[in-house]
């Protein structure tokens, strides 16, 4: 399909390990991205991970990244409330290589 | 670095009316665009620019939709003839290109436009 595909809600304990998944389109995407967006504001970047790499850790974050199946995740180890927010997938496709390509994103809620 | 800017941050309209948003990139960011959100959707591309030049349009900007980025610094986008449609986040994002690699997007906190 052309969609990048997440699911749309999420919700863990304060200290548990989140993990947020997302399945991309094009087996030719270059880089592959995770943002974070509280309400009412922009995007902001979390991390990001080049498509001959299939792990990249970042602190609390782990992205790990399946080419055959065309599956990305985030993984949030220690989540606190302040990691509520939506986060959003997104890919960078070989054939059009400005523009990004994002999914509907996740909602994430972390109870105290 | 201060960040990709966006002015408005809000701004409210009448249907027919036409708007105009700034967006200023980081400033050693030769690459800029322009993504539209609405509610519980991700960001939908409408257009980029690489210094001056309009490299690509998505067909969801429509004709009342134009975008400039005149002295490849800062760009306005302006819609006219606003519709209830068109209520939504705009956003802005900017990027280093150069040697064959992107750095990766960086986004400002956009314009929530709302049509009434």
């Known amino acids: 399909g052309e969609d990048v595909e997440q699911s749309l809600f999420l919700s863990v304990r304060e200290g548990d390990s989140s993990v947020i998944n997302c399945t991309y389109t094009?087996?030719?995407?270059?880089?592959l991205y995770w943002y974070k967006q509280e309400p009412g504001a922009g995007l902001q970047l979390l991390t990001y991970?080049?498509?001959?790499?299939d792990m990249k850790q970042d602190q609390r974050l782990t992205v790990l990244l399946n080419k055959k199946d065309k599956h990305l995740s985030l993984r949030i180890a220690d989540t606190q409330t302040g990691d509520s927010a939506i986060y959003f997938c997104?890919?960078?496709?070989?054939?059009?290589?400005?523009?990004?390509?994002f999914g509907r994103g996740t909602q994430l809620t972390v109870w105290p | 670095d201060t960040g990709v800017s966006q002015n408005p941050r809000h701004k409210i309209t009448k249907r027919g009316q036409n708007v105009t948003f700034r967006c200023d990139p980081i400033?050693?960011?030769?690459?800029l665009y322009w993504y539209r959100q609405t509610l519980g959707q991700g960001p939908e591309f409408l257009t980029y620019?690489?210094?001056?030049?309009?490299?690509?349009k998505s067909r969801l900007l429509s004709d009342r939709f134009s975008a400039e980025r005149p002295k490849g610094s800062f760009s306005t986008l302006e819609i006219q003839r606003t519709e209830q449609g068109d209520s939504a986040m705009y956003l802005c994002?900017?990027?280093?290109?150069?040697?064959?690699?992107?750095?990766?997007?960086?986004f400002g906190n956009g314009t929530r436009l709302t049509v009434t």
């Open positions: 994002a900017s990027s280093h290109y150069g040697g064959g690699d992107n750095s990766p997007l960086h």
């Open positions: 094009d087996s030719s995407s270059t880089y």
């Open positions: 991970i080049f498509s001959n790499m």
């Open positions: 997104a890919e960078r496709r070989g054939s059009t290589l400005g523009r990004l390509y």
């Open positions: 400033s050693e960011h030769n690459r």
């Open positions: 620019f690489q210094n001056e030049a309009q490299l690509e």
